[in-house]
């Protein structure tokens, strides 16, 4: 069964510095998708991504934040100046659509230690 | 009103009972809704689909109520393999998918 894959599983790195999570989508699937989730909390949206640019993106995106697909297979998000509460579990997604409805395909995540 | 209300549980029950999940939501433009399962610090996984007025799948039954606006999950003969949290997620179109805060089960041998 195809699978969206995620690396590094964990991340550990100094406040300030720069991240960049990477993620292979479903090899068919055009939409893509960050989501974050702080540990006990909700999984959070982030950003979508469709046709090389951001369709939608939430108010936790900020400039600190980009994302890119730098070609044909990965989809990558860049944190660039890593602040404490960046600690989380980051999910990409990318998605099927049935019946005109979306269908989110996650991958395992990246652990992202902010120390 | 927040976008999408869940219980949040913990839902303790033996195995072999059968346990429901609430979930309200804000958008009546809502147009499809979904239950997702996540299990502890692992990725959310599509449990079920729903387009009218429910779904069956199995041991579990999603109904929906577009007048009240909200949508319940049904489990019957749960296994331990159940415990899990599960999160309700109205589509309401574009690409943001918006998911609740989950409500959380423990099935207990």
């Known amino acids: 069964e195809p699978e969206v894959t995620q690396t590094p599983s964990h991340q550990v790195t100094q406040m300030g510095q720069e991240v960049i999570l990477r993620c292979v989508p479903i090899?068919?699937?055009?939409?893509f998708y960050w989501y974050r989730q702080i540990l006990g909390q909700k999984v959070e949206f982030l950003v979508s991504?469709?046709?090389?640019?951001?369709?939608?993106k939430s108010e936790i995106f900020d400039d600190q934040f980009s994302v890119e697909r730098p070609d044909g297979s990965n989809f990558t998000l860049k944190i660039r100046s890593t602040k404490l509460e960046d600690s989380a579990m980051y999910f990409c997604?990318?998605?099927?659509?049935?019946?005109?409805?979306?269908?989110?395909?996650f991958g395992s995540g990246t652990q992202l230690s902010v120390l | 009103r927040k976008e999408v209300e869940q219980d949040p549980g913990p839902f303790n029950v033996p195995e072999g009972a059968t346990v429901a999940f609430n979930c309200t939501y804000s958008?009546?433009?809502?147009?499809?809704f979904f239950w997702y399962r996540q299990d502890c610090r692992k990725e959310p996984k599509l449990l079920m689909s729903v387009y009218s007025s429910g779904n069956e799948d199995g041991r579990f039954t999603a109904q929906l109520n577009r007048a009240s606006q909200y949508i319940s999950l049904l489990i019957r003969d749960s296994k331990l393999s159940d415990s899990a949290t599960y999160l309700c997620?109205?589509?309401?179109?574009?690409?943001?998918?918006?998911f609740g805060a989950g409500t959380r089960l423990f099935v207990k041998a």
């Open positions: 090899s068919n699937h055009l939409y």
């Open positions: 997604a990318s998605s099927d659509w049935d019946n005109e409805n979306e269908k989110l395909f």
């Open positions: 991504f469709y046709n090389n640019e951001i369709s939608e």
């Open positions: 997620v109205p589509y309401t179109g574009g690409f943001k998918t918006i």
């Open positions: 958008n009546s433009a809502s147009q499809s």
